[in-house]
């Protein structure tokens, strides 16, 4: 059995072990301070023998180190190679480790709730509270009490136990998943539970504990939080986004809402101005098209996205019978439209030109369209569609 020393020191950086055994890149030593990947976190990283270690897990009471498959190969089985762990990943999950007891030992403590489930992400971390009903304010609570927790700087202490029996005189949180060789991790009137992760030896080294986040989750509420350095990070950057936003709004940071509903109002009001212009266009446009003797209408606009080109189809097909083919010269866009008896199949004439003429688009009988790469293509198809309108029309004795 690999010999833990994290269990009894968790800022043990670096030791000497032996190699007792090798599988594959997997290697196994007398002792380790490599922490591996377990109860919902990933495992330590760093080096053995200047060798990078892409992950420590466990397998039957033994820790495997995995090397790339170039590196095990150099090593041999009574091999001594210096470890070191990488110490900033390590403090950043004791940190976040032990804030997850903090939070979870209060909304025990404080709402009789519990954690069912906990997971430390290489950016988050998140627990799940078995209840639906978590309000802000109990939120807001749970974090203020568990930033006390970190304020009181109270010691965390590490009893090892040898059986279940001997646990339950301690007031564990959760029910105990060993029975034999228990780790009891407590946070004096915080906090109780069984755990083998590394943590840290007081609670003012977790810096500060902040929620980030909740959602719904299989009749829960998953939380999301961040401590120490992350949580530093995060304000970090959101206090960037924020102030640049400010700027772009020339407000100060706590008006910004204000600023934004604001700008949200503008906009509104533009697009229905906007709105109202393309009505405008529409009109005068649909009656320029109609005012034109012909049996098919077909206009082409200067200015105009599809939606302008549709209001002058709608109109022209709400008040005239005759084909309509609209197109925008801006937009390279045509629509093709009638509300008659269906004499023209606008859709066969797009599937039968269009992609010869480099252009998108389909449609039905009654209403096509097309887009095209340039104003020239554009311009030849609809010169195709027209003609094939009217050849309808001639056959129909139109
Ligand atoms: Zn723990």
């Known amino acids: 059995m690999t010999e833990r020393l994290y269990n009894s020191d968790a800022y043990l950086k670096t030791v000497t072990a032996k190699v ?9 030593f007398d002792r380790t301070v490599f922490a591996p990947d377990s109860g919902g976190q990933n495992s330590d990283l760093g080096t053995v023998g200047g060798m990078k ?7 039957d009471g033994e820790i495997l180190h995995q090397l790339s498959r170039e590196d095990a190969e150099g090593v041999s089985v ?17 940190q976040n480790h032990i804030g997850e007891h903090i939070l979870s030992g209060l909304f025990k403590s404080e709402y009789d709730l519990d954690n069912k489930g906990f997971r430390l992400g290489e950016d988050v971390g998140t627990f799940d509270i078995d209840s639906r009903e ?17 304020y009181r700087s109270l010691p965390v202490q590490i009893t090892m136990v040898k059986d279940a029996e001997e646990a339950k005189k301690y007031p564990l949180r959760k029910e105990l998943k060993a029975d034999e060789d228990i780790i009891i991790v407590s946070i004096p009137g915080v906090d109780c539970v069984a755990c083998c992760c590394p943590h840290p030896s007081d609670t003012s080294q977790v810096g500060i504990i902040k929620i980030t986040g909740t959602e719904k989750y299989k009749g829960m509420t998953r939380i999301s939080f961040k401590c120490g350095k992350r949580a530093l990070m995060d304000y970090r950057q959101k206090h960037r986004v924020i102030s640049m936003l400010a700027e772009k709004f020339s407000a100060d940071e706590f008006s910004l809402p204000e600023k934004v509903a604001a700008a949200d109002r503008k906009n509104d009001e533009m697009h229905r101005e906007l709105n109202r212009m393309k009505g405008i266009v529409a009109d005068i446009e649909s009656a320029r098209l109609m005012a034109v003797e012909s049996p098919v209408i077909a206009g082409e606009l200067a200015e105009g996205d599809m939606d302008v080109v549709r209001r002058v189809s709608r109109k022209i097909t709400d008040n005239d019978s ?7 010269a801006s937009d390279c866009c045509v629509l093709l439209a009638f509300s008659g008896e269906a004499k023209v199949d606008f859709g066969a004439v797009v599937k039968a030109h269009a992609a010869a003429l480099g252009g998108k688009g389909g449609g039905k009988p009654g209403s096509a369209q097309a887009f095209f790469g340039d104003v020239e293509s554009m311009r030849s198809f609809v010169k195709i569609a027209v003609e094939e309108a009217e050849r309808s029309l001639q056959v129909f004795g139109i």
């Open 134 to 150: 978590i309000t802000q304010e109990m939120l807001d609570r749970i974090e203020e009490l568990a930033n006390d927790v970190v």
């Open 53 to 59: 270690v892409l992950l420590a897990t466990e397998r």
């Open 322 to 328: 005759r084909p309509a083919i609209v197109s925008s």
């Open 78 to 94: 009574g091999d001594e190679l210096l470890m070191e762990i990488d110490w900033e990943r390590r403090f950043d999950h004791m």
């Open 20 to 28: 007792t055994g090798k599988e594959g890149e997997f290697l196994i």
